[in-house]
C-alpha cells in the first residue's frame, strides 16, 4: 500500500556531495521531508517540503549545504547535499505526510526503510 523508497546513499569523503532520492506510492498531496539517525542518537529532522513545493524547512544544521526539493507529480523527494562533514554520516529517512509545526518531533505518518550515507574525513 504505502511505500518510501529511498535511493543514492554511499560512501563519500569530507567535502564531498551525495543527491539522495526517495519515491512514495500510495501517498498523495503529501508533505515530505528526510531524517536522520546517527549512531548513538536520536532521530533528528533535516529537511521537508510541502507539496506544492511552495514551502520548505531545512534544519540550522545543515541549511547552507543541503538542499530539498520535490516532484509533486511524481510524489518524489529529494536531497542534495553538499560540503558533506563526517558529523553527516547517519541513516537517512524518508517521511510523508507530515506536519511543519511538528518536524522538531521528529513525526510523520509514514517512513522509507533508510539509506545510509557515510562521510569519511
Known amino acids: 500500500q504505502v511505500q518510501l523508497i529511498e535511493s543514492g546513499g554511499g560512501l563519500v569523503q569530507a567535502g564531498g556531495s551525495l543527491r539522495l532520492s526517495c519515491a512514495a506510492s500510495g501517498v498523495s498531496r503529501a508533505a515530505m521531508g528526510w531524517f536522520r539517525q546517527a549512531p548513538g542518537k536520536k532521530r533528528e529532522f533535516v529537511a521537508a517540503i510541502s507539496y506544492t513545493g511552495s514551502r520548505t524547512s531545512v534544519t540550522d544544521s545543515v541549511k547552507d549545504r543541503f538542499t530539498i526539493s520535490g516532484d509533486n507529480g511524481k510524489n518524489t523527494v529529494d536531497l542534495q547535499m553538499n560540503s558533506l562533514k563526517p558529523e553527516d554520516t547517519a541513516v537517512y529517512y524518508c517521511?510523508?505526510?507530515?506536519?511543519?509545526?511538528?518536524?522538531?518531533?521528529?513525526?510523520?505518518?509514514?517512513w522509507g526503510q533508510g539509506t545510509q550515507v557515510t562521510v569519511s574525513s
Open positions: 517521511a510523508a505526510d507530515l506536519l511543519f509545526s511538528e518536524l522538531i518531533y521528529s513525526r510523520a505518518n509514514y
